[in-house]
């Protein structure tokens, strides 16, 4: 079975023509002051960032990298996380999902370059930023030249680089570029940028390399001077992070990449394609913050204004922080990140808007290679235009746009524009919080386009005739003029367009509204079929690569890969309802997913067909949940905590040391049990630091005291001496003077710092216990915490409660489950019940994990879905909704939730959901 599958995929592969040519065939990368070029070829590289890491399910990383390419992406960006791949020191794990090789492989079946970025350090709202927790633990300052650092990220590098190179385009493989570090701006070490480099070219890197600088370049860019890369890039947020006020534009900036060298081309490293969502809001806030308006202003004005030639859009899939990959202070399990593929892997508006600007870029070719030139001069200066051009074939491209780019006005007014062609009066609409980019004097196909005030989405050469779509906002006037040397037949097959001749020029008049044909022919030229589109009919176009060149399909919710043989068109496509599928191939027959279809032929030349929708589904109700108690005498295992020194830039209050990662539990909850000989003591005073949103339980002689809120100190300098305090009275007659009392302490932590600052203070910033004092006590500590023995799932997945080291969270764990109680305790309760699914093969259906409302909850939980831990519903994040993937769940599943509760209460109704339905000839389990 599984050789079929892979004989399969092996021959769509074969009939694919990948934008990184097949495997095995070398290539030279090279670049100037305007782009990167292959094979003196030059590429225009629009990528968009996707992480591997935050979708634990490799089929469905094909499913992914399948809808970016599908909206004109021709790359991606991937950072590679250190701290994923390394649970301990000197150990690494690259199988299963963390097998990026097969990533890789499955970037060059898809045809898409890749920009690698493996840090070391990556910043991605990580635990800590990608850096290894165990580093934490090391004496020597981490993202500099320090010889115990480095001595720790040549581990690293010294495995992931051999990958990164095996799979350059170098080698007939899809890595374009290789970025060393993350925005290294502050606290920087020259000889540490410069060692990186000299690493990589070690290791085989012979790709240009690139960094992505921070804050549109005003801090360090290493542009120049030690450490230097040849290809420094950019990152830009102009619309800044807050998703309460998705109305609020260009609170970051212009957001116009700056040029930082001019012997390398003009690189947006990460431009904003989504949000963070700091302030609960819910991403679909962030979605709109960034949304298709934002795009079509910030994205067309960049790549006019700073003729930048590198893009990579953060995020374009942004997926989950399943297990404990989130790190505390800004983001939760959900890392959406509003992007254009939601985490439920659904396409939204934003993604019509990335095609029609994606299909663009990847087809214009003399895009790749543009200087500013003069614009045309706009009658209104409501309206402002800019251009660059071409200098070798003097294509130019205007953007125009409202001056003041914030306006929702609709202006109409005309361009005074001097094209390669001649001087022309071009009117111009723009809408509210609209861009465009105009094109003039192009050699489209086989076509001379004079200037068209529609934009071009793309174009193919079907059998000698061109294939053109052309678009506009639904209701405005549209014109495009081509050159003839004598009057062509014009054929209008669809909607209402005029057209005239003045003996050079071809202009047809038009209002974009639905899809207009026009089929012009003769006039010395090939013929063309011009498709006159809207927004929303340009968007359902897709362009796919084959061995015999690309081909346009209109219809599907989804058109994912294409292969012509022996006169067929074999289509792998979605269909979220029942509709048309319209071709425009060198072909006769139409097969998708593997069926033929009864097509027709049309007057526009194409075939077309109909397919069917997805089958409604249901899926299971939960219940019949069983129960399981955890208290803080559960179980054995414990380790002596009494080190007196620690490596952390932060000493604690308290001795001994009794931060969690030094004693090797770098993740989740952490048990501390302590004992003492009581006397008259009346408090138990405990400090905790386990970044936002964490807390811990108190418990004394197994009573339950109560809880507290850890600390975070961030940023805190100087450090806080009194973070996540909490005091507890002990009740009367608790403590029997003379005998041994015992403390219990729950931690939660939250994940580790980022290091963005290059500052060991917040990187090293401990978790767990900080100080504890009972009266005068001299207390004996024992520490439990998390253990590091699944190596498919991975260090990441699983914390210290004691179900998680008993296996309690995994399907089938034995031992007395039982009836829940009525009321649910405080403390630490599992919950576990089974269902089954039973989904049609052909159809995707996204599911979730869906709690009720419940405002006032007091209690967190763990959700695990056959043993994967997929979500950290808690207090102070908005999600109700964890995502499971496809791959983690299967036919018979276990869910278990691990609930940590600071009161007795009720647990919120707990159910599955369906946040999609798709049908898809696809095989993604
Ligand atoms: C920049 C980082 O490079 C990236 O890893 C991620 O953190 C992103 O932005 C925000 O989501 S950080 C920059 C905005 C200061």
Request: net charge neutral; proline share 6%.
């Amino acid at each position: 079975m599984r050789t079929l599958r892979t004989l399969l995929a092996l021959l769509m592969v074969l009939g694919v023509a990948a934008t990184p040519a097949a495997a095995s065939e070398r290539h030279d990368v090279a670049y100037d002051r305007y782009s990167l070029t292959v094979d003196g070829q030059r590429v225009l590289l629009w990528s968009g960032e996707f992480h591997y890491f935050r979708l634990p399910s490799p089929e469905l990383w094909r499913d992914v990298l399948q809808k970016i390419k599908a909206a004109g992406f021709n790359g991606v960006s991937l950072y590679f996380h250190w701290g994923y791949h390394s649970p301990a020191p000197g150990v690494y794990d690259f199988s299963g999902v963390r097998d990026v090789d097969r990533l890789l492989r499955m970037t060059e079946e898809t045809g898409l370059y890749v920009v690698a970025r493996p840090g070391p350090y990556i910043n991605a709202e990580t635990t800590g930023g990608g850096l290894p927790a165990w580093l934490k633990t090391t004496e020597g300052r981490a993202r500099s030249s320090d010889p115990t650092y480095t001595a720790a990220y040549r581990e690293w590098l010294s495995r992931i680089n051999p990958i990164l190179a095996r799979h350059q385009v170098t080698r007939g493989g899809s890595v374009i570029a290789y970025n060393v570090e993350n925005e290294y701006a502050v606290n920087v070490d020259p000889l540490y940028m410069e060692q990186l480099q000299q690493k990589a070219r070690a290791d085989g890197i012979d790709v240009p390399i690139t960094h992505n600088a921070c804050c549109n370049a005003d801090l360090a860019n290493w542009s120049s001077g030690q450490g230097a890369v040849q290809i420094p890039g950019v990152d830009d947020y102009p619309n800044g992070f807050d998703c309460q006020n998705p109305d609020t534009w260009g609170a970051w900036g212009e957001g116009v990449t700056r040029r930082l060298r001019d012997d390398a081309p003009v690189y947006a490293a990460e431009y904003q394609a989504g949000a963070i969502d700091g302030a609960n809001a819910g991403y679909e806030g962030c979605r709109e913050l960034t949304g298709p308006d934002f795009m079509k202003v910030y994205y067309k004005s960049n790549v006019i204004g700073s003729g930048a030639t590198m893009f990579g859009y953060y995020m374009t899939f942004g997926g989950t922080n399943w297990g404990w990959l989130p790190q505390p202070n800004d983001v939760y399990t959900s890392y959406d990140y509003g992007s254009a593929i939601t985490e439920s892997r659904g396409l939204t508006a934003k993604y019509d808007e990335f095609k029609r600007q994606g299909l663009f870029m990847t087809t214009v070719a003399p895009l790749a290679k543009t200087d500013p030139g003069p614009a045309p001069v706009s009658a209104d200066p409501a309206v402002f235009a800019q251009a660059r051009v071409n200098p070798d074939t003097g294509t130019q491209f205007v953007l125009v746009r409202h001056a003041d780019r914030k306006t929702s006005a609709d202006v109409s007014t005309t361009l005074a524009w001097s094209t390669p062609d001649g001087a022309h009066q071009v009117p111009v609409r723009v809408g509210g919080r609209d861009a465009k980019i105009l094109v003039a004097g192009y050699d489209l196909g086989g076509q001379r386009l004079v200037w068209s005030n529609s934009e071009i989405l793309t174009h193919v050469t079907v059998q000698g005739r061109d294939v053109a779509v052309l678009y506009g906002r639904e209701g405005e006037q549209g014109s495009t003029v081509l050159r003839y040397s004598s009057k062509p037949r014009v054929r209008v097959l669809d909607g209402a367009v005029r057209s005239s001749f003045d003996g050079k020029d071809l202009k047809l008049d038009y209002t974009h509204s639905g899809l207009a044909r026009v089929l012009v022919s003769g006039g010395g030229r090939p013929p063309v079929l011009l498709l006159l589109g809207t927004d929303q009919t340009a968007a359902e176009f897709w362009r796919l690569d084959t061995a015999k060149g690309p081909v346009l399909v209109r219809g599907t919710s989804l058109a994912r890969s294409a292969a012509i043989s022996g006169g067929r068109l074999e289509l792998e496509a979605d269909m979220d309802e029942a509709g048309e599928v319209e071709t425009f191939a060198p072909v006769s027959r139409l097969v998708v997913g593997g069926r033929l279809v009864p097509a027709r032929r049309t007057a526009s030349g194409s075939l077309v067909g109909k397919l069917a929708g997805p089958r409604p589904v249901t899926l299971p109700v939960l219940s019949q949940w069983q129960y399981r108690a955890e208290s803080p005498a559960s179980g054995s295992g414990w380790t002596v905590a009494d080190k007196t020194t620690t490596a952390s830039p932060i000493k604690p209050k308290t001795l001994p040391v009794l931060y969690s990662d030094e004693y090797g539990f770098h993740h989740g909850n952490v048990w501390y049990r302590g004992t003492f000989t009581a006397g008259a003591e009346k408090t138990v005073s405990v400090n905790a630091i386990t970044g936002r949103r964490g807390n811990y339980l108190v418990w004394l002689n197994g009573r339950y005291l109560g809880s507290a809120a850890g600390g975070t100190e961030a940023d805190a300098e100087p450090v806080n001496p009194d973070p996540g305090r909490g005091d507890f009275a002990i009740p009367d007659g608790l403590l029997k003077p003379g005998s041994t009392a015992t403390l219990s302490v729950l931690v939660t932590n939250m994940g580790h710092n980022d290091n963005w600052t290059a500052d060991d203070v917040r990187f090293k910033q401990p978790r767990g216990l900080y100080g504890v004092t009972v009266g005068d006590a001299r207390i004996s500590w024992q520490i439990r915490g998390s253990r590091y023995d699944d190596v498919e799932r991975g260090s990441l997945n699983t914390g210290g409660l004691y179900g998680e080291l008993a296996g309690w969270h995994l399907p089938g764990s034995g031992g007395r489950w039982s009836q829940p109680p009525a009321s649910m305790p405080a403390g630490v309760s599992w919950y576990r019940t089974t269902f089954g699914l039973d989904l049609p093969e052909d159809q995707d259906v996204p599911v979730a994990v869906r709690f009720g409302e419940q405002p006032d909850r007091k209690y967190r939980a763990f959700v695990f879905v056959n043993g994967w831990n997929v979500g950290h519903y808690m207090t102070g994040a908005p999600q109700r909704d964890f995502v499971v993937p496809t791959g983690v769940l299967r036919r018979s599943n276990t869910i278990v939730l691990a609930v940590v509760a600071t009161e007795p209460g009720e647990l919120a109704p707990v159910s599955l959901v369906a946040l999609g339905n798709h049908r898809t000839s696809a095989h993604l389990r």
